[in-house]
């Protein structure tokens, strides 16, 4: 060893250095050659440490060594926590709003971090003690992060508790999703509501997450963005147009089946403007303020219906995609032909049977590689055209082998009477392949057919692989006769590469008859007749060709209904009892006078009539403090106090009565 007792104290193992004495150490490096002229950086790195005793000390240098080293192994370019949010708050009578949603950039600055290796992973919102208070005396009111493999995020850290480095949690996420707001009704710190007229403190962090299995930091938290509030019921003259949770109504123009709601998060900053929603060729949306002619919000991409969504101008607009799949079955040319219950789609198994035995069910319940597969989704968004023919049509083949199937008399190949059509987003027309599932594997398509399931139809199946793989249905398309071979089988062979979309069909298309196929009013659920034929609708998403419109309403203000809540303004605590809650020492006594306009002036007289105090506000808030002193900055004695308001623009008076207690006064010096 180089080293005297290089043991470790910790472990108790190796040499030790077990008598008590004053240690000096000094190290030397090299030997090494330099030439004239030749320089030598060398980079010093000084730890103190401090754990819970002399052994939890050792442990903690050798934890903080860590973080030294690999500072320097990174040349000192050391991760950046994500910037710190933008948070806002509205005051409303007993309640406030946190708003960290409301500006585009700042939110993209944050939620598009990445640092070496750090990502955006989510926010943290706190109640403070006080403005300059510290996270860690603060009381953790939500957490909102994205749905992903990171919740509890842990990383060594040194506990005071044990005096051990353990494995401890950092961030507690939850896979909330991402929501930008919230309502606070609780002073958590005294777990009671929220008292009009009282200062409370919030924060906002943004913190990021780093998956590396080796990162000695796995989490990194911003500074925190504070502000201070005060609930207060609305200005004196204002009255809210709309309530928080009111939903906005929309105008859509354009083909699209998706949805916009806006929903009032913050009634206070409604602009009363017009608004538009439009889409890009990408699929993002913008929020265009029409009235002023400015994009509010550009190029968003969730179409989920979510909350993560922005709040701009006071609202929430939520820009909802639909969802893929069949959005109506219609029948053109109808005779006695019906098609089965829509409602009856979801539920469907076992290959689209059902209880209620239809002519004809469409289903979406086949699947690739043996998983789950929406084939409703995939059919989006474009329809199909189902068309009933004179005579045999279609040829078809095996599902397994792509064998043409033979008629079980004749050994003719079998046909269907209907052709198969997709239908394009631009009107282009594709004729489509149609195979059988040769259930008991006969080689011929049967019509009724024992099955392990009861009395059936061997179902058809239809492919539309265009959206993978074109050159899949070239052939078909190419002969547009239902002769091609699909070219999809054998099963097994490329059953597994291939990403199938099927369609299930049952046909009675000879018109059997059974129990079976008697709906409850007992009608025949008979046979398409030649020329009939089906729609099947697909959703259609948000295009640039649709629109939706709609506006909000700004609240309101007048001189009369300034006036009219002249009545409300008041003075609390009163009777004032020697101090409240709110003042934060000894030296800080005062009453607060609500509800007051901009412009007034408030003298405060003894029951005598002399003159005591005289105070000017002219702001925007509604309150204003009285100290509880004279003029001449000494306290004011116990007693009753009148207090005349003049209030200059609105032409009024107004006269409250104040009592005040004072405690017993101990004067420091005399």
Do not use: C
Not at 83 to 105: D, K, V
Not at 186 to 214: C, H, M, V
Not at 505 to 518: E, R, T
Request: hydrophobic share 35%.
């Amino acid at each position: 060893t180089k080293f005297r007792v290089p043991g470790d104290p910790v472990a108790g193992t190796g040499w030790l250095d077990e008598n008590p004495g004053d240690r000096r150490m000094l190290m030397a490096s090299g030997p090494f050659t330099m030439a004239v002229g030749d320089t030598n950086q060398t980079v010093v790195s000084v730890i103190a440490a401090l754990g819970s005793d002399r052994l939890s000390s050792v442990s903690v240098l050798k934890f903080y060594d860590r973080f030294a080293q690999e500072a320097f192994d990174n040349l000192f370019e050391l991760p950046k926590a994500p910037p710190s949010p933008a948070l806002q708050a509205t005051p409303f009578s007993g309640e406030i709003l946190l708003n960290w949603g409301f500006e585009q950039a700042a939110v993209e600055d944050v939620e598009q971090f990445e640092d070496k290796g750090f990502l955006f992973e989510g926010y943290n919102l706190y109640q403070l003690p006080s403005a300059g208070a510290d996270i860690s005396q603060g009381i953790k009111l939500a957490t909102y992060d994205l749905v992903n493999e990171a919740t509890v995020i842990t990383q060594e850290e040194f506990d005071d508790d044990s005096g051990l480095i353990l494995e401890l949690p950092v961030q507690q996420g939850k896979n909330t999703g991402l929501q930008r707001f919230q309502m606070i009704t609780t002073d958590q710190f005294r777990e009671k509501p929220l008292a009009d007229g009282q200062e409370y403190y919030f924060g906002i962090t943004a913190y990021s997450y780093n998956p590396d299995p080796d990162a000695t930091i796995k989490s990194l938290e911003s500074p925190v963005t504070v502000v201070s509030v005060v609930p207060q019921t609305l200005k004196p003259g204002v009255r809210l147009s709309q309530a928080g949770g009111d939903t906005l109504q929309v105008v859509h123009e354009g083909p699209g089946d998706g949805n916009v709601v806006p929903m009032v998060v913050d009634a206070t900053k409604l602009t009363g403007d017009n608004y538009s929603v439009t889409f890009n060729d990408g699929g993002t949306w913008n929020l265009l303020n029409s009235s002023q002619g400015d994009t509010v919000l550009k190029n968003q991409a969730n179409q989920s219906g979510d909350d993560n969504y922005l709040v701009v101008d006071g609202m929430l607009v939520k820009v909802i995609g639909p969802p893929p799949g069949i959005n109506s079955i219609v029948e053109l040319n109808p005779n006695t032909f019906e098609v089965a219950d829509p409602n009856l789609w979801a539920s469907l198994n076992n290959y689209g049977r059902s209880q209620e035995w239809p002519t004809i069910v469409i289903t979406g319940t086949s699947t690739t590689n043996l998983s789950d597969v929406d084939r409703f989704g995939l059919m989006s968004p474009k329809d199909y055209d189902i068309i009933f023919t004179e005579d045999d049509s279609t040829l078809l083949w095996d599902y397994f082998t792509d064998a043409v199937l033979k008629d079980a008399t004749t050994g003719e190949p079998q046909f269907a009477p209907f052709t198969f059509w997709r239908i394009d987003l631009d009107g282009t027309r594709t004729r489509l392949p149609v195979t059988i599932l040769d259930s008991d594997e006969d080689g011929t398509w049967n019509r009724v057919w024992d099955g392990v399931y009861g009395p059936a139809f061997e179902p058809l199946y239809v492919y539309d692989n265009a959206a993978y793989d074109p050159a899949l249905v070239d052939d078909y398309i190419a002969a547009d006769n239902g002769t091609a071979n699909p070219g999809y089988g054998p099963w097994g062979v490329n059953y597994p590469a291939v990403n199938r979309f099927t369609i299930g069909m049952y046909i009675d298309v000879d018109g059997y008859a059974s129990p079976d196929q008697l709906d409850e009013d007992g009608y025949f659920l008979g046979p398409p007749a030649p020329g009939e034929y089906i729609r099947v609708i697909t959703n259609k998403p948000n295009s640039p060709a649709d629109t939706y419109t709609f506006s909000s309403q700004s609240p309101t203000s007048s001189k009369d209904l300034a006036l009219q809540d002249v009545e409300k303004i008041n003075v609390f605590p009163n009777p004032y009892y020697g101090f409240h809650r709110a003042e934060e020492n000894r030296f800080q006594r005062y009453v607060t006078f609500n509800h007051l306009p901009q412009k007034a002036t408030m003298r405060v007289f003894t029951i005598a009539g002399d003159l005591v105090r005289t105070l000017e506000k002219d702001d925007e808030t509604q309150f204003a403090r009285w100290d509880l002193q004279n003029e001449n900055q000494l306290p004011v004695a116990s007693g009753m106090y009148l207090v005349h308001i003049d209030m200059p623009d609105l032409g009024v008076e107004k006269v409250l009565k104040v009592a005040v207690i004072r405690e017993e006064q101990f004067l420091p010096n005399f």
